[in-house]
């Protein structure tokens, strides 16, 4: 069964506090990797796509990075606004659903001043 | 500005009753999805259509329906026979099915009581 587990659940993080988010997934062919911001309340905010192991992509104090198995939101320096819950998401290759997102349950981050 | 409307953003109905929620976009977006949010657990598709006129079930359509008159518009309508409507519903769109970006609306939060 296709399945996305995202990890730690809940990260908190003194400012500047440098830190990773994971994401793994089991899926039997990989289209893309998606990370996502959402702010309470709100809809997600679509931050990176990753296609193929071994790609990175960067956004300010975020880099995302993708192997075989698992890919990583690295957030260096964090800032309170960068608090929210981090969804990632993992679109398959096969099937009748072909580009339908699978979602983890996020990570959601606090950052302390 | 291009983007994705959801209207309202707070609705509340009584157990019973059938309650429509709404989704534009001005994109020009073929595909369209809806998804359910709850606490705790990852974002479930619903329903998804990839062009006017077709629509076809996700992993949780029970107790729902929707429409697709027109490319802009994916309205979803809540069944009296869905058993646990209260949950933050969420409409997102994309180029086409299988494209890789998904964008997302502000969401709706529905209370039945």
């Known amino acids: 069964e296709d399945q996305v587990t995202q990890s730690p659940e809940a990260l908190r993080l003194q400012e500047g506090e440098s830190s990773s988010l994971n994401c793994s997934y089991t899926?039997?062919?990989?289209?893309?990797l998606f990370w996502y911001r959402q702010d309470p309340g709100k809809g997600p905010e679509f931050l990176f796509t990753?296609?193929?192991a071994g790609e990175e992509k960067e956004k300010e104090r975020l880099k995302a990075t993708l192997t075989k198995k698992e890919s990583f939101l690295h957030i260096t320096a964090p800032k309170p606004e960068d608090s929210a819950t981090y969804l990632c998401?993992?679109?398959?290759?096969?099937?009748?659903?072909?580009?339908?997102?699978?979602f983890g349950k996020g990570t959601k981050l606090s950052v302390k001043p | 500005d291009g983007g994705i409307t959801q209207s309202p953003k707070y609705l509340f109905r009584k157990e019973g009753q059938n309650v429509t929620l709404s989704c534009e976009q001005n994109?020009?977006?073929?595909?369209m999805y809806w998804y359910r949010q709850d606490p705790g657990q990852g974002l479930r598709l619903i329903y998804y259509?990839?062009?006017?006129?077709?629509?076809q079930k996700g992993d949780i359509a029970e107790g729902y329906s929707v429409s697709r008159e027109k490319k802009e518009s994916f309205p979803l309508t809540v069944t009296s026979a869905q058993k646990n409507p209260t949950a933050f519903y969420l409409c997102?769109?994309?180029?086409?099915?299988?494209?890789?970006?998904?964008?997302f609306g502000p969401g709706t939060r529905l209370t039945v009581t």
């Open positions: 997102a769109s994309s180029t086409h099915l299988g494209s890789y970006e998904q964008y």
């Open positions: 259509s990839q062009i006017v006129n077709d629509f």
């Open positions: 899926v039997s062919g990989l289209r893309g």
């Open positions: 994109l020009n977006h073929d595909a």
């Open positions: 990753l296609y193929s």
């Open positions: 998401a993992v679109q398959v290759n096969y099937g009748g659903s072909q580009g339908n997102l699978i």
